[in-house]
């Protein structure tokens, strides 16, 4: 069997799921083949039931999958393998493009599952928050349609004493203030159309390419970078 998760990074992250309550982690060898099941599904952007036979049933994977999402253990697992550098914290969204088999959810969910319609058409948009170096510390979803600043107090609610960088799609007087009376340095370019503009640090700015970056990396797992699931 091919291993995707290189052995190094499996000892962090099985060590780290160790310590999660409802995981059975006895059996090292299953847990892996689930992990790397699910790497492959991401990456490749197949249905579950396409998923090879070399992982077990599609039916038990999934379940498992599910299981862990309800529990919040991808979320802790986050957490846990993050070595976060909080110096400077970026904040941006990104559109998903959702095919036709994501629609067809129960309709009083809509907004729950993170689907909508904006010029791009059917849509979902990724909100994130990354550290200096660009690796990704919190997710939200939302409609596509969604302006990217109503995430932001999501996104920042426990970031302080940080510099914030974010685009001028951010520049709002109350998103401001509220980072600065947490002690950050707030480097978001204003917009046009304010009276008085703001000064902001562009050479700190130029390191907003790295959560650009980041999208894009996630964007080479097919399942992300178009969604076919009907749940978010």
């Not at 986050?78 to 559109?95: A, C, F, H, R, S």
């Amino acid at each position: 069997m091919k291993y995707y998760i290189q052995e190094t990074k499996w000892k962090q992250i099985f060590a780290n799921l160790k310590s999660v309550k409802g995981i059975h982690s006895k059996n090292e060898d299953r847990i892996r083949r689930f992990m790397e099941s699910v790497w492959y599904m991401a990456r490749s952007g197949c249905q579950w039931r396409l998923l090879p036979e070399i992982y077990g049933n599609y039916r038990s994977v999934h379940k498992r999958f599910k299981k862990w999402c309800e529990k919040g253990i991808w979320e802790k697992l986050l957490k846990y393998t993050q070595d976060p550098d909080l110096e400077v914290q970026m904040i941006d969204g990104t559109i998903v493009r959702a095919h036709a088999c994501a629609a067809g959810y129960k309709k009083d969910t809509g907004a729950q599952e993170a689907l909508g319609r904006s010029k791009g058409g059917f849509t979902t948009k990724i909100h994130a928050l990354v550290d200096a170096l660009g690796n990704p510390l919190k997710f939200t979803l939302t409609a596509g349609q969604r302006n990217d600043i109503t995430q932001a107090e999501a996104l920042t609610e426990n970031v302080s004493n940080s510099v914030v960088v974010a685009d001028k799609g951010y520049d709002s007087n109350a998103f401001i203030a509220g980072l600065e009376n947490k002690g950050c340095e707030v480097v978001i370019p204003p917009k046009r159309n304010r009276k008085v503009q703001r000064y902001y640090d562009e050479h700190i700015y130029k390191e907003r390419h790295l959560i650009e970056c980041f999208f894009g990396k996630i964007k080479h797992f097919r399942r992300i970078f178009s969604r076919f699931d009907k749940t978010a």
